[in-house]
DNA sequence: GTCTATATCTCGATAGAC
DNA sequence: GTCTATCGAGATATAGAC
């Protein structure tokens, strides 16, 4: 994991365990001193580096944002089928989440509107097409050739992201039914992929007009 | 709304703007002054009536959560088709997101474990069979009419959770791009049920032998 | 029950030595 | 750059009048 900027050894342990904090205890809940016991420095370290608790979280909450956005921006790719689509987009976002957690998600309630569009603007002129104009693309293409259904794009999109994030949210009461699930991990996070891609592709698909009620 | 035990009128008042307080802010970030103020009484007053943050903070925790149970619980119901019991479902659990927010999903991960497994058992001897065993029941007979395909319960459990929670996650987001998208609040919401039910029904549904690849 | 006033505490932030 | 010590703001919590 890099960094927005050029940061030093110690600096970048800071940084890092800033994200694990805020992911952990939002903004408010976030303490400094946490962050120092982390890394195993003083509360006045992180202080030199990043001035103060606001613009730490300002800090956390770019990197995050960008690589939310950059991530996204870049499992939407072409393939042949939207099969292929949906499988790399789920693929890469579901890694994404589970690097970082649900937290980037829920950041964005935090934030006050300007703020969140003036980053979102942005980032958009760093990266081109936003996501949902790529996704479009993708979706109204598979739409043409007559692979899938013709759905609303934003509907869709928010039904994909919602069954990959649902995941993270829950997983502290998945835990609960099942106390190993947190060693299984990774095996869970691979079950879930597969499910997503199946249960959505099938109800996207296009069967023809006699199988459609 | 109710509250889960008996109170007096001001008290209840105090109760539902702690409810609004912690949603808006988590536990941490939620002031007892706001409360107040929000009440149009005094700090004092709700230490008066709560205690303390702490004990406040349980209480709406308690109340969010078995409503939420109870919720989930009673919206799975028989009905002929399975069609309409995931229809009833997505219209009562999005509902319950309406009124409440996302938070007391969200406040699950603020409970540590022992806390919320005591919570989870108590509820569960109030409604009988947990959500999850009465969710498997109307599935497994939809599969053995030959209505649904045989998919994992838990899974598809999980991804209609996650398609209706994320609306309300990806709200404040919806509104960058959509300045009046909540003053089409209801509007949206009901958009999405449909959406919500059609998606995953589809994706459920049974095509036979030849249409499944 | 409800208020004002105040005590207590937590935490972010800074000063200053090294 | 990194630490110790401390200040001061802001929040929770309590005491005590009414």
Redesign the pocket.
Known sequence: MQGPKEY?E??EKIFRAAIEEFAENGKQG?????I?DHV??????V???F????R?YEEVFDFLFSRFFITVHNAITDAPTFEETLTRFVDEFTDFLEEFGPYPILMLKEMDMDSKKKRFERIKEQTGMGPMSLFREKMEQAVERGEIRDLDVRQTFMSIMGECTYLFIAFPVLSLSNPEAAKHKKEIIEERKQHIIDLIYNGLKNKGLNNRQ
């Open positions: 030093s110690k600096e976030a303490r400094m001193h946490a120092a195993g420095c003083n509360k006045a370290l202080h030199y580096y001035r103060n608790k606001e730490l």
